[in-house]
């Protein structure tokens, strides 16, 4: 059974710094793109950062690119998101979602091409 878990998330000051974990079991890291999204309250799921595993390529939304790092541990089927200098846009439940049959890298941002989802983690930034 696929299970991904997140975690990491918390409260941090405007300016700081946290990693997001995604750990994945039920499948291995080989053939498949993990992305993280976000979620406020009133608003859709958007799609922050991904990793296409099979060729490593990364994809960031404009409004984290040179804050945010995607990267991988396969040893650990092991997905992080490195967020530096955050800010107050950046409160919101992040999810980790992998997609296997539908995988398009100009679709990375869309949730509906995701086929499994973790429960989330709360980021809040705050002073």
């Known amino acids: 059974q696929v299970q991904l878990v997140e975690s990491g998330g918390g409260l941090v000051q405007p300016g700081g710094s946290l990693r997001l974990s995604c750990a994945a079991s039920g499948f291995t890291l080989g053939y498949y793109a993990i992305g993280w999204f976000r979620q406020t309250p009133g608003k859709e799921r958007e799609g922050v950062s991904c990793l296409s595993v099979t060729d490593g390529v990364t994809f960031y939304a404009d409004s984290v690119k040179g804050r945010f790092t995607i990267s991988r541990e396969n040893d650990k089927n092991t997905v992080f998101l490195q967020m530096n200098s955050l800010s107050t846009e950046d409160t919101g439940v992040y999810y980790c979602?992998?997609?296997?049959?539908?995988?398009?890298?100009?679709?990375?941002?869309?949730?509906?091409?995701?086929?499994?989802w973790g429960k989330g983690t709360q980021v809040t930034v705050s002073s």
């Open positions: 979602a992998a997609v296997i049959y539908n995988w398009n890298s100009y679709s990375w941002y869309q949730a509906r091409i995701y086929d499994y």
